[in-house]
């Protein structure tokens, strides 16, 4: 078994333990769990892309030059270490009860827009700019659900959402779940946690910082991947790429609003309370609940 499965650590360190006296979720707190856990459970970027561009992503992999998985692998290892010293350096602190996701995407849009006109030449220059811009728009997420982005835990939070939105040819089944992957990740983030709240980022190569970065990478790079495989296929040039990259933001800032409507959930009422609701609930789409209109705006 994998060292990483047996350190799975709640949202917040001061719920660590089921409470035997708290009230459960009530319905419209069911109702948000159930949007989360349809966010969480149905990653389904490939399939929005393939829509989009009337092209099988497959198309766009056979059109990339030799070499192309160590180029992206390259890539999206850069592109989560640069996200990585943003995170822990100058994302804002202050409070906000709304996020602004309309913003972000035109941020990351823009961004796409160069990767559509050069292809995989411009990966390396393109990705570490959309990266960060998405994981400002998910700390944005993130403190509209009541998080403490001054939390060097919380940061790190963040990043996971690059891992929560992939897949991995690790996995043993396609349909591996979100509790699976924090599990499989909780290790790997507490000691990058500790070790950057005693060392900060002085160590790139820090083996603590590395072996988070590998496993997120790990995940992140199969959508990293569809983005630039659709980005290759000749007829999207700059307008298509900047189509392609806003997909790509939407899908995480849809798992962002589930994973951290999960984390709300459980500083209120509990890891173990609020992940066997979950477990519970029936994973289908539902509407958009008052609370996260309000938080989009």
Avoid at 92 to 121: I, M
Avoid at 210 to 226: H, M, Y
Avoid at 266 to 279: A, Q
């Amino acid at each position: 078994m994998d060292k990483d499965q047996v350190a799975f650590e709640p949202a917040s360190p001061i719920v660590s333990t089921l409470k035997e006296d708290v009230m459960p979720l009530s319905s419209e707190e069911r109702e948000q769990l159930a949007n989360a856990k349809f966010l969480l459970e149905n990653p389904s970027l490939a399939v929005k892309i393939t829509n989009a561009i009337g092209t099988p992503i497959e198309r766009g992999l056979g059109l990339l030059p030799a070499g192309w998985q160590t180029s992206i692998q390259k890539a999206t290892n850069k592109a989560l270490m640069s996200a990585l010293k943003v995170a822990v350096g100058t994302m804002d602190h202050k409070k906000r009860n709304t996020s602004s996701p309309k913003l972000h995407k035109g941020l990351v849009a823009l961004s796409g827009a160069v990767g559509g006109a050069f292809g995989l030449p411009a990966l390396a220059i393109e990705l570490p700019v959309s990266t960060t811009i998405m994981l400002r728009s998910i700390a944005d997420i993130a403190r509209s659900h009541g998080e403490e982005i001054s939390k060097i835990e919380v940061r790190i939070a963040c990043l996971q959402v690059f891992a929560l939105g992939g897949s991995s040819a690790s996995d043993n089944s396609a349909d591996i779940g979100y509790y699976s992957v924090r599990a499989l990740l909780a290790r790997s983030v507490s000691e990058a946690a500790q070790y950057v709240v005693e060392k900060g980022m002085a160590e790139e190569g820090a083996p603590a910082i590395v072996r988070l970065i590998t496993k997120i990478a790990a995940r992140f790079s199969i959508p990293v991947s569809e983005k630039t495989a659709a980005q290759s296929v000749p007829v999207i040039g700059a307008f298509g790429g900047a189509l392609i990259n806003t997909m790509f933001i939407d899908h995480f800032q849809g798992i962002s609003e589930g994973h951290f409507t999960v984390r709300q959930l459980e500083r209120k009422y509990g890891f173990e309370v609020v992940k066997k609701t979950y477990e519970q609930l029936p994973c289908i789409k539902r509407l958009n609940t008052d609370a996260q209109k309000a938080r989009t705006g």
